[in-house]
């Protein structure tokens, strides 16, 4: 079983819709919870960042994490086409080396149709 | 403030090749990052460092060197190219010790043939 699993997609949804991307983990050491955005040919930039369970937004992002799950999502509200990217869900632990390791999902596509 | 640059942005190499990826930041952050992406299979931690003069490996290492002189500079050599290293590197840095907040280069685009 791999430590972070990520529904490739790719996902295609209207404008306007409500976009629900997840990641489900096995590891219980990861604290701090990521979502990173990448468009094509760019490196990934972080959007969402939060260590402990609930919900944190931001704009029209929303993120969640269920720890007792194992469970992180992201929630886009009112979808744009500027939206359509790859979103990556990263997840930390303390690796024991004086560093903290990001292991990364596989991410999803997502395209925001107009 | 570039942030993290990269050079190249993108090479060919032929099998058997070496050649170093350019990795500087100008956040003065300790810890420095080189990742892979492989289409469809997320990120891999090739190397990271915490600080000018430590590194250590990370997920997939074999095939890959790095050096860390200076808190800015992180480069990543590749010294007899296969054609399993043809893929996208990034290189990335953070400042915290948590490492939550990774900052990511462009990226190098690497084929080789």
């Known amino acids: 079983q791999k430590e972070v699993e990520q529904d490739p997609g790719p996902l295609s949804v209207p404008e306007g819709a409500i976009v629900s991307l997840n990641c489900t983990y096995s590891?219980?050491?990861?604290?701090?919870f990521m979502w990173y955005r990448q468009y094509s040919r760019k490196g990934p930039e972080l959007l969402m960042y939060?260590?402990?369970?609930g919900n944190k937004e931001d704009g029209r992002f929303t993120a969640q994490v269920d720890k007792s799950s194992k469970y992180i999502s992201l929630f886009i509200r009112d979808s744009q086409p500027s939206d359509s990217a790859t979103y990556l869900c990263a997840m930390s632990a303390y690796s024991g080396a004086g560093s903290y390791q990001l292991t990364f999902g596989k991410g999803t596509k997502l395209s925001v149709i107009p | 403030n570039a942030g993290v640059t990269q050079t190249p942005k993108f090479r060919i190499l032929k099998i058997g090749q070496s050649m170093t990826l350019q990795c500087t930041q100008d956040?003065?952050?300790?810890?420095m990052y080189w990742y892979r992406q492989d289409p469809g299979m997320g990120l891999k931690l090739i190397y990271y460092s915490v600080g000018a003069g430590i590194t250590d490996k990370g997920e997939v290492p074999n095939g890959y060197n790095v050096s860390r002189s200076t808190t800015e500079d992180f480069p990543l050599r590749l010294e007899l190219a296969a054609p399993s290293q043809t893929s996208v590197y990034f290189c990335?840095?953070?400042?915290?010790?948590?490492?939550?907040?990774?900052?990511f280069g462009p990226g190098t685009r690497l084929l080789v043939l």
């Open positions: 590891n219980s050491a990861f604290q701090y």
């Open positions: 939060t260590y402990s369970s």
């Open positions: 990335a840095s953070s400042y915290r010790e948590g490492g939550e907040t990774q900052y």
């Open positions: 956040m003065n952050h300790n810890y």
